[in-house]
Each structure stands twice: as C-alpha cells, then as structure tokens.
C-alpha cells in the first residue's frame, strides 16, 4: 500500500512545498507550511524529518483504486486523491481544536503546540491547498467534467461542516435518535468516502452512472468507518488508538453506543445517563467506569458489532452491483476487509 500511495504523497508535497516556496518563513514567526507538513506526518515538532504515521490514507487510497477499477491509472487520480486528503486533514485539525483533542496518531495536536488561532489557521490553508490539488486535477479532464469535479468536492466540504455541526449541538441535546445519527454521520464521514470513490471513477473517464453505483460504495463504506471509529472510541486499545480508553464517554459524544444505550436502558439508568451528559465540563473517570459497565450489562458492544458488519456487508453489496469482472473490484474488496479489523 506504501508503494501504491506515493504518487499521492508525491502530489501533496508538491502542493505545500511550492506555496512555501513562494512564502519563506519570516524571523520569528510560525513557519506555517511546516507545521503542515508536522500535521501531516512529515516533519516533527522541531521541525525535523520523521519517520512517524502519516495517518491511514484509506481515503485517497480509495479514490486511486476506485480509477483503476474503472478502467483509469493511479496517476490519473493522483491530484484529486491528494485533494481528498488534504480536504480530510483540514477537518482533522478543526476538529481537534472543537473536540480540545491533545493527541492525535500519538503525537500533540497542532493546537496543543501552537494554540488554537494558528491550528484554525493551519486548517483554513489545508482546505486551500486542496482546492490546489483539485484545480491540477480538473485541468486534466474536459472542461465541464473537470467543473464537476470542482463543484462537487466543494459541495461534500459543505456536508462535511453540515455533519460536524450536529455533532457538536447532539452533545447539548437529550433525544437523539438512532436516524438523525446515521443522518450526522452520513455528512460527517461517509460524504467524503463517497466523493473519493465517485472521483476516482469520474477522473477514469466512467458513465455517470457508473461513478454514483462507486459513490453508492464509498457512502455504505464510510458508514461502516464511523460506527467502527464509535467503537473504537469506546473499546478502542489506547496502545492502537492514540486515545484513551472510553475517550469519546469522556468527552460526552453522543456516539452510536451512548445512543444504543439510552435506547436499551431502564428508566433509572437513562435518567443517569441524561444527566451526566448535561455536564459542562469533562466526565470523570468514576463517571466513565460506571458508563462502561451500563454498556456491558445492556449488550452494546456486541450490537455495535453487527452493525460494523452489516454496512461493510451493504458495501460489498455495491461492489457487486458495479458490474465489473471481480480482478478490477479485488483491490476495493481489500478496503473493506481491512477495514472491517482495523484497531485504530
């Protein structure tokens, strides 16, 4: 996968270093692209080469083989799938600041080292770099496809936002249902999944059609991410995840198992729960303890599980409704499966 993602890697070097290149750093003041590039995995907090997790990558990685599989190159999707990915680190770091996240792949996130002004700012010239990326992509297809590509990815930003604001206001609100979740989630996550997917086929030269059936995979596909991130956020190895245990119950996410558990409590133990999330601050690791043990007494974990594999099973599904003979969607199938064990 190393080897298959550095034409992506390649792309987005060239995006930060050539806008660098054209603002050298002023004495004294933040070097911004090298925070950049610390965020994305290059450099370390000194500023000095690393060696470090960049992330998953499974979103570019997706979009490059959602183009072979419909019958295009990686190389033809090398711009578009680096625009994904710098338009996915920008959320990363928002989020981190809105979530007051310290770390993030095991590392201090940009707003804990450098405050949350230069993180917004940081942020704020990620998704600019993305639009970069976008623009050398749309530069090599025809005029209105290449305007397509534009819009949409600029539309999926807006979704993006769309779900993170609900998550945030369900944090404040007791009646959140299980639908206006996969609703959050549907924006937050599997929006941008989507987009990666229909991308790599739009850039191959597909129908229309046939990019939307690749969008309707990537959507199932980023569904099945989320509800996996929810778990991890509760069960999650701290060793694998970078996060302590139960971090998302910490920091009061109304995530899919806090949901099944209000849905599957007693009217006392609801009425806990309810009242612990009106908090304002932080739970306490007392508050948390307890809140593991409701999960394990109610059978959420095991449903969170089901859930985790019916929407990869709903993938593969689209898989198959692609039409493709089965060697061209085998890379794809991989995402899935790897997806389905991932601990982190």
């Not at 995006?15 to 090298?34: D, M, N, T, W």
């Amino acid at each position: 996968m190393e080897s298959e993602i550095q034409v992506v890697e390649d792309a987005m070097r060239a995006i930060v270093e050539r806008q660098a290149a054209r603002f050298p750093a002023v004495e004294g003041s933040l070097p911004i692209y090298r925070v950049l590039a610390y965020h994305l995995g290059w450099l370390d907090e000194r500023f000095q080469p690393t060696g470090v997790s960049s992330g998953k990558r499974f979103r570019p990685l997706l979009c490059l083989r959602a183009c072979t599989a419909a019958g295009g190159t990686p190389q033809q999707a090398a711009w578009i799938a680096a625009a994904i990915e710098l338009l996915h680190n920008f959320t990363l770091i928002h989020d981190d600041i809105q979530d007051r996240s310290l770390t993030r792949r095991h590392r201090p996130t940009v707003w804990a080292l450098w405050g949350d002004a230069q993180g917004i700012n940081a942020g704020d010239a990620l998704f600019a770099l993305s639009q970069l990326a976008a623009l050398e992509a749309a530069s090599q297809l025809e005029a209105t496809r290449g305007m397509e590509l534009l819009s949409r990815l600029n539309e999926t930003t807006l979704r993006i936002v769309e779900g993170q604001v609900l998550d945030l206001s369900f944090e404040s609100c007791d009646a959140v249902t299980k639908d206006e979740y996969f609703q959050m989630i549907e924006r937050k996550t599997a929006a941008l999944t989507a987009y990666a997917a229909w991308a790599g086929a739009m850039v191959a030269g597909a129908s229309s059609e046939l990019a939307e059936r690749f969008a309707n995979f990537g959507r199932a596909l980023g569904l099945g991410f989320q509800v996996q991130d929810d778990y991890l956020g509760v069960w999650g190895d701290p060793s694998q995840t970078g996060k302590a245990r139960g971090d998302d119950l910490r920091r009061r996410k109304k995530s899919l198992p806090i949901l099944l558990l209000l849905e599957r409590a007693s009217p006392d133990d609801r009425a806990w729960i309810q009242c612990a999330w009106r908090q304002e601050q932080d739970l306490d690791p007392a508050t948390v303890e307890r809140l593991l043990t409701l999960l394990t007494q109610y059978g959420v974990e095991a449903a969170m599980q089901e859930t985790v594999r019916r929407l990869h099973c709903e993938a593969l599904a689209c898989l198959g409704e692609l039409g493709l003979p089965a060697e061209r969607t085998a890379p794809l199938h991989e995402i899935v499966e790897r997806l389905a064990v991932r601990e982190a």
